[in-house]
């Protein structure tokens, strides 16, 4: 067969038709892939609102959780207080400003230990200037670090008197791996021979859709152990003898614990509103 008789024969036009890709998810519309853009990363923006979440209504001071109590009060009524008490220190080791670090701040610190529990860092940090090894160093971020000087020492006598709010801060109890029952207060099966579900968790999702556990489900795992603020708690009583204070309600931790206490944030009154 000739090449001319090749050209003879009618060609078919094939055109292809270009859809745009699409993300398929059950979960999810069809949106095409040449929409999407890619933002270039941008400066990390801190609002005014979380500088000023972060700010202490007051300088505060550290301490040590002795036990509970009860209270007798002079009209008669019995509040349940806790017990702290003071180690030495709650010196203040270092002032931060805005020229030097970029924000104002006091650090405090608390506790004098042996120099051999300490790194070298944490000795050459505090013999820079001139304070005894101390186990605990804690930060207080103040619109204003007027009137404070290094190694001043920090009485709570001076900063609280009774009747004061404060919020206390501090790790709560450790409980060890514990179950739903326990950890989130759920309610156990029946108890007959028929049930075969006593203290188990049950159900945690569906099998098909969306064939996974989401995020956040409440299940057994570990309990306690983690930082804690209670607020606006009352100080009952001040002893400049006993070198302790008595706090109503309870505090987080057991006794021997590291406690900071703080004056109580009160929005309007310390505490600008936004």
């Given at each position: 067969?000739?090449?001319?008789?090749?050209?003879?024969?009618?060609?078919?036009?094939?055109?292809?038709?270009?859809?745009?890709?699409?993300?398929?998810?059950?979960?999810?519309?069809?949106?095409?892939?040449?929409?999407?853009?890619?933002?270039?990363?941008?400066?990390?923006?801190?609002?005014?609102?979380?500088?000023?979440?972060?700010?202490?209504?007051?300088?505060?001071v550290m301490a040590?959780?002795?036990?509970?109590?009860?209270?007798?009060?002079?009209?008669?009524t019995v509040v349940?207080?806790?017990?702290?008490?003071?180690?030495?220190?709650?010196?203040?080791?270092?002032?931060?400003?805005?020229?030097?670090?970029?924000?104002?701040?006091?650090?405090?610190?608390?506790?004098?230990?042996?120099?051999?529990?300490?790194?070298?860092?944490?000795?050459?940090?505090?013999?820079?200037?001139?304070?005894?090894?101390?186990?605990?160093?804690?930060?207080?971020?103040?619109?204003?670090?007027?009137?404070?000087?290094?190694?001043?020492?920090?009485?709570?006598?001076?900063?609280?008197?009774?009747?004061?709010?404060?919020?206390?801060?501090?790790?709560?109890?450790?409980?060890?791996?514990?179950?739903?029952?326990?950890?989130?207060?759920?309610?156990?099966?029946?108890?007959?021979?028929?049930?075969?579900?006593?203290?188990?968790?049950?159900?945690?999702?569906?099998?098909?859709?969306?064939?996974?556990?989401?995020?956040?489900?409440?299940?057994?795992?570990?309990?306690?152990?983690?930082?804690?603020?209670?607020?606006?708690?009352?100080?009952?009583?001040?002893?400049?003898q006993l070198n302790?204070?008595?706090?109503?309600?309870?505090?987080?931790?057991?006794?021997?614990?590291?406690?900071?206490?703080?004056?109580?944030?009160?929005?309007?009154?310390?505490?600008?509103?936004?």
């Amino acid at each position: 067969m000739s090449v001319s008789s090749f050209s003879a024969i009618p060609t078919a036009k094939f055109r292809l038709k270009t859809t745009p890709l699409t993300l398929h998810s059950p979960f999810l519309h069809r949106i095409p892939l040449r929409t999407l853009k890619t933002h270039k990363p941008t400066s990390l923006h801190i609002s005014k609102s979380s500088i000023s979440a972060s700010l202490e209504a007051g300088v505060g001071v550290m301490a040590t959780k002795l036990g509970m109590m009860s209270f007798f009060e002079e009209s008669g009524t019995v509040v349940p207080v806790t017990v702290v008490g003071f180690r030495e220190g709650n010196i203040v080791t270092q002032i931060k400003t805005e020229a030097t670090d970029g924000y104002n701040a006091v650090q405090v610190g608390y506790r004098r230990v042996r120099d051999r529990k300490l790194t070298k860092p944490e000795m050459g940090h505090l013999e820079k200037s001139g304070i005894i090894p101390l186990r605990h160093l804690q930060e207080f971020r103040l619109q204003s670090i007027d009137g404070f000087e290094v190694t001043q020492k920090l009485d709570f006598g001076e900063l609280f008197k009774e009747g004061d709010l404060v919020d206390v801060s501090g790790t709560t109890i450790g409980k060890g791996f514990q179950g739903g029952i326990k950890r989130h207060n759920f309610k156990r099966g029946q108890m007959t021979h028929g049930s075969k579900s006593h203290r188990q968790l049950g159900s945690i999702g569906a099998g098909t859709t969306p064939g996974r556990v989401y995020k956040g489900k409440k299940m057994p795992g570990r309990m306690g152990g983690t930082k804690r603020k209670v607020r606006k708690l009352k100080i009952v009583k001040i002893d400049d003898q006993l070198n302790i204070i008595m706090i109503k309600g309870a505090l987080p931790g057991k006794p021997g614990n590291l406690l900071r206490i703080a004056p109580a944030k009160i929005v309007g009154k310390n505490i600008p509103k936004s």
